[in-house]
């Protein structure tokens, strides 16, 4: 997967959300701005 870009379009994924949730990135975020953090809970 190449890097994104400063002004890139994110493209679409569905990252799991707690432990049973999911999200569609980008399409369910209703800005046009954000940041998305990802932590990983469980090492």
Sequence with gaps: ???LS???TLPDFTP?????DSILLPSDIESDFAIILF???HW
């Design 1 to 3: 997967m190449a890097l």
């Design 6 to 8: 400063g002004g890139a």
């Design 16 to 20: 799991k959300v707690g432990d049973s």
């Design 39 to 41: 932590y990983r809970g």
